[in-house]
């Protein structure tokens, strides 16, 4: 069975502030597929990375950058320099590298960044 | 290039009813997926649709079912609505390629009374 565990319920920052979400998965897969997903209080889950679990190259787009962890089976996302705009509920997730199979998520961890 | 659109936004319905919920994945997707995701929870995998037809199913009851049209739209149905059945409804999309990243779209809000 696959199971996404987001430890963190909510976090609080203070803008400029870096922010670190963890997210540790479980998988019996050999290959599969990491996700973050950002959830702002509109609804809608906008995506922010794939990746493969044969990649265990680390990841920066601007602010954001992940830190994915293959033996501690972590994939941390951190924020830096947080801004008020990055308030939302994140949530990671998993699913197996065969098929258009489900992603199974984790229970999400609220950001709220105060200004 | 439009991305997923759902109707309606939001929906309140009262117990024992039945209610049909609307998703159009976005352009060159062909696979439609649907969660429902309870308050302060993580979305849950109902079901996902592919040419047409069901292909995958999470742990849900024969209450729900849904429908697939040929330029892909999927519907959403849910019979005789439980309190618990209160949730947002996310429609997601993407290929049918094993490495398509899912598109979400902006979910529709489903109170039961």
């Known amino acids: 069975a696959q199971k996404v565990t987001q430890a963190q319920t909510e976090i609080s920052v203070v803008e400029k502030e870096d922010v670190t979400l963890d997210c540790v998965y479980e998988?019996?897969?050999?290959?599969?597929?990491l996700f973050w997903y950002k959830q702002p209080p509109s609804g809608e889950l906008v995506f922010l990375i794939r990746?493969?679990?044969?990649?265990?190259q680390n990841e920066i787009s601007g602010r954001y950058s992940w830190n994915f962890q293959k033996s501690t089976s972590s994939f941390n996302f951190t924020i830096t320099a947080s801004q008020v705009v990055d308030s939302a509920v994140y949530f990671c997730?998993?699913?197996?590298?065969?098929?258009?199979?489900?992603?199974?998520f984790g229970k999400g961890t609220r950001l709220s960044v105060i200004a | 290039d439009a991305g997923v659109t759902q109707s309606p936004t939001h929906l309140i319905k009262t117990r024992g009813q039945q209610v049909t919920l609307r998703c159009s994945p976005k352009?060159?997707?062909?696979?439609v997926s649907w969660y429902q995701q309870a308050l302060g929870q993580g979305p849950q995998f109902i079901f996902q649709?592919?040419?047409?037809?069901?292909?995958q199913r999470g742990n849900f009851p024969d209450r729900f079912s849904g429908h697939q049209f040929p330029n892909y739209s999927s519907e959403l149905n849910v019979n005789a609505l439980l309190l618990g059945d209160s949730a947002l409804y996310l429609c997601?999309?993407?290929?049918?390629?094993?490495?398509?990243?899912?598109?979400f779209g902006p979910g529709t809000r489903l109170t039961v009374l």
């Open positions: 990746r493969n679990s044969f990649d265990e």
């Open positions: 997601a999309s993407s290929t049918a390629e094993s490495t398509d990243t899912q598109y």
């Open positions: 649709y592919y040419e047409e037809e069901e292909r």
């Open positions: 997730a998993l699913r197996r590298h065969s098929g258009n199979t489900p992603l199974v």
């Open positions: 998988t019996r897969d050999t290959t599969y597929y």
């Open positions: 352009s060159g997707h062909d696979t």
